[in-house]
């Protein structure tokens, strides 16, 4: 899961993409990069954060009417500086791309690269499989009289090859901002724009909330398969390329997206909520009954406001969160997670103690956050510690870019939910039902449960999982030597 913006104007564009990669920061933490293009691609990326890797001095030699950001959330290929994105080619005319997802078919496509494309990859970044696939079919047009129709062709030829999750963004050089979904919509793309004294200029995003910062108006949610297409002229051309059925990634309203981000009509927070709600329902038929109900901040902030308010049960500020750590659940590494666990949360005892009290996250992976937060509220003299996740049990790996991919990092597909209860010391675990979360989006947005229910809208998920699990393991084996 990573974070992608794409921007086209009518002045350097720079700040804006360094803006609003701030307002998706949440979506990784590895890596920052941008390219603009002006007499020629200007890229800076780096590892770390983006207020590390960009200072003010980048504004000036990142000049270009038209860029891309990325941030990165490390899942297939190492964390290495040459894994960022944007990454570009010198052909046809120059493409530079970043994308938000994760390729199933690395295997394939690394086969058509080398025999049909004739190309070695320079990285292990999956997004090569995109870029290349696209620059290729691209070439096979006639270069000199090449428009957005042409590059449709292309990317529908992207989409029946590249199978797994991807919203990608490019610069063509010359010619304008594309921008475009796999068949599947698994992850969210958001078109904006904003007015200007010389006309519209628009972009693309991984979430409203980076166009809110921006000033841009949200214009339209890309959905499966569709396409965009805006030139130099800011001339739209929009298609729809080759579509399945919508799967669109659960885990987006359950944790990653920010609350404040619309995606797909829908507010995240409100969703929260509703998941809050739901899970009331199955405290009141299990007899639990707290005195207060926190949440594990921040994404645990709406699903406990919903389930206090059904409830009727007062919400607290039960655990304050240092805001200068990060995102323990996308940290690569388990001591790591287990390190800011520790140093990010700590309860107020004064709110705890000789309380029964609902704690509300939005889920339980491995179990590292939860056992640490039912010890410190019990240190802190809570009577008893009921912990509520507004998730389902998550009994499968994800192959779509969530970093759980590895089924025995998965505490609910080794464990049963009592196992579970008393690894974590919780006096109770109550998890949200599968079929209650899938009623909240049924009407009109069908979701991706993959890692909750086994059910993979893409072919050959087996066989990934199985590759990636053998690559984990080789590389903890090279580090012990």
Do not use: W
């Amino acid at each position: 899961m990573c974070g992608i913006i794409g921007l086209t104007g009518h002045k350097d564009v720079a700040y804006e993409l360094m803006m609003g990669l701030t307002a998706l920061q949440h979506r990784g933490q590895d890596a920052a990069g941008i390219t603009t293009l002006g007499q020629k691609f200007n890229t800076k990326k780096g590892l770390g954060l983006v207020n590390q890797v960009f200072t003010d001095k980048h504004t000036k030699r990142l000049n270009g009417k038209i860029g891309l950001g990325h941030v990165r959330y490390t899942t297939q290929g190492s964390g290495s500086k040459l894994n960022s994105q944007p990454i570009d080619c010198n052909f046809p005319f120059g493409i530079s791309m970043v994308h938000n997802g994760n390729v199933t078919n690395a295997d394939e496509m690394q086969l058509i690269l080398r025999d049909e494309y004739h190309i070695m990859p320079n990285t292990t970044n999956d997004l090569e499989y995109i870029l290349y696939t696209l620059a290729s079919e691209m070439t096979k047009k006639d270069l000199t009289t090449i428009g957005y129709q042409d590059i449709f062709d292309a990317v529908k030829v992207v989409q029946q090859r590249v199978v797994g999750s991807y919203a990608c963004i490019a610069v063509i050089a010359g010619h304008g901002l594309l921008a475009f979904t796999d068949p599947h919509g698994l992850r969210p793309a958001i078109m904006g724009r904003k007015k200007t004294d010389k006309g519209y200029v628009y972009g693309f995003a991984s979430e409203s909330t980076c166009f809110d910062m921006l000033g841009y108006e949200t214009v339209a949610d890309l959905r499966p398969g569709e396409m965009y297409f805006i030139n130099n002229k800011m001339e739209i051309a929009r298609d729809i390329g080759i579509v399945k059925k919508q799967h669109f990634c659960v885990f987006e309203y359950i944790y990653f997206a920010r609350p404040d981000s619309v995606i797909n009509n829908k507010l995240v927070a409100d969703e929260r909520v509703k998941m809050g709600k739901r899970l009331a329902q199955k405290l009141n038929r299990a007899g639990i009954k707290p005195d207060i109900v926190i949440d594990v901040p921040t994404s645990g902030y709406f699903s406990a406001s919903g389930l206090a308010e059904e409830l009727g049960v007062p919400y607290r500020m039960g655990l304050i969160k240092n805001q200068h750590i990060g995102r323990s659940f996308i940290t690569p590494k388990q001591s790591e997670r287990e390190n800011i666990v520790k140093r990010k949360l700590n309860p107020i005892k004064q709110v705890v103690a000789g309380k029964k009290v609902a704690v509300v996250d939005d889920s339980v992976v491995r179990g590292t956050t939860s056992k640490r937060i039912v010890s410190i509220l019990k240190a802190s003299g809570a009577k008893e510690v009921y912990f509520i996740s507004a998730a389902p049990p998550i009994k499968h790996p994800c192959v779509y870019g969530i970093d759980m991919s590895i089924k025995t990092e998965l505490i609910a597909a080794n464990k049963t939910v009592s196992e579970i209860k008393e690894y974590i010391g919780a006096d109770a675990l109550v998890y949200q039902e599968l079929y209650a979360l899938e009623e909240l989006f049924k009407e009109d947005l069908p979701i991706c449960t993959a890692c909750l229910s086994g059910n993979y809208p893409t072919p050959n998920a087996e066989n990934v999982l199985a590759r990636i699990e053998q690559e984990r393991k080789k590389a903890k084996k090279s580090k012990k030597k």
